[in-house]
T-cell receptor, first 113, second 118 residues
């Protein structure tokens, strides 16, 4: 069965600091990988996704993620965070032969001006 | 624009009641999902449906059932509500991979239903 681990539960940063949120998955086959964001009071929305091809994926709002197959990882990065990035971030995985989508426990990011 | 609509934003129910949470999507998606979201636990999959009348258990199906009689509608049923089912419930939908020649499908979420069982 698929599972997803997010080891950073709560991250606090100042504006302009760099961000990296960890995501590891367990599944032996081909996977599709996602990062979703939930801003306060809003519904979940997609930040970026990886299905195949270039393992470095760029998403909205300056976010990017790198798929490292050998490490079963899909870490999210942003070179310079803004106060408006304050939100909860979720990593998710589905396998190639099923669309069932499994989420991690989420990382709460707080950015202070 | 994909729209996933959950019938209620807030619900308060009594212990032992049968509770129905409804979700409708307007984009002809094959897949529909029910999750519950709890602080520190993230989103946990309750049930997944990949077609009309087809369903698959998620990680925490105990105490829940689902119904998918029409493609656009996916209902979550709490047979006998208990206080430990107090939570935020999220519905989502997505295209099946390969449907309409789209392979990089993504899930779209509703606003959520905050259920309190007293």
């Amino acid at each position: 069965a698929q599972s997803v681990s997010q080891h950073n539960h709560h991250v606090i940063l100042s504006e302009a600091a760099s961000l990296e949120l960890g995501c590891n998955y367990s599944y032996g086959g081909t996977v599709n990988l996602f990062w979703y964001v939930q801003y306060p009071g809003q519904h979940l929305q997609l930040l970026l996704k990886y299905f195949s091809g270039d393992p470095l994926v760029k998403g909205i709002k300056g976010f990017e993620a790198e798929f490292i197959k050998s490490k079963f990882s899909f870490n999210l990065r942003k070179p310079s965070v803004q106060w408006s990035d304050t939100a909860e971030y979720f990593c998710a995985v589905s396998s190639y032969n099923t669309d069932k989508l499994i989420f991690g426990t989420g990382t709460r990011l707080q950015v202070f001006p | 624009d994909v729209k996933v609509t959950q019938s209620s934003r807030y619900l308060v129910k009594r212990t032992g009641e049968k509770v129905f949470l409804e979700c409708v999507q307007d984009m002809d998606h094959e897949n529909m999902f029910w999750y519950r979201q709890d602080p520190g636990l993230g989103l946990r999959l309750i049930y997944f449906s990949y077609d009309v009348k087809m369903k698959e258990k998620g990680d925490i199906p105990e105490g829940y059932s689902v119904s998918r009689e029409k493609k656009e509608r996916f209902s979550l049923i709490l047979e006998s509500a208990s206080t430990n089912q107090t939570s935020m419930y999220l519905c989502a939908s997505s295209l099946r991979q390969g449907a309409k020649e789209v392979w990089d499908t993504e899930a779209f979420f509703g606003q959520g239903t905050r259920l309190t069982v007293v």
